[in-house]
């Protein structure tokens, strides 16, 4: 979501539509997680999202660093594999569907 929004996790996980987007993307991760049988907990949700909460606002991801440097994006090994799996364990994955897609212009890199 921080490569996506070009923002660090405050700005990200404080405006409404990227907070819902976010977890969207999260509860992805536990539904294909649970198909796969990893044995999450119906409260991995709440912990999860303190615990993104918990980070300083100003963090970033390094994907974002990558992005903002022009480097290539390994897009394709984090909400790509997600698509992917959710497609083989018939879990629908839409936010992380967009979210490779929308990504995918950078995945060789891209200087500005």
């Keep these: ?19 819902a987007l976010f977890e969207d993307a999260v509860r992805e991760v536990i539904a294909v997680g649970l198909a796969a049988g990893v044995p999450f907990k119906p409260t991995d949700f709440t912990t999860i999202m303190k615990a993104a909460d918990a980070n300083p606002r100003d963090m970033i991801t390094s994907m974002l660093v990558d992005r903002r440097a022009g480097k290539p994006l ?7 594999a997600l698509v992917r799996m959710g497609e083989k364990l018939g879990v629908p994955t839409p936010t992380h569907k967009f979210i490779a897609q929308a990504l995918s212009i950078d995945t060789n890199g891209r200087k500005a």
């Design 1 to 19: 979501m921080m490569t996506l929004t070009n923002a660090s996790y405050g700005p990200m996980r404080e405006t409404p539509g990227t907070r």
């Design 74 to 80: 390994e897009i394709d090994y984090f909400s790509g």
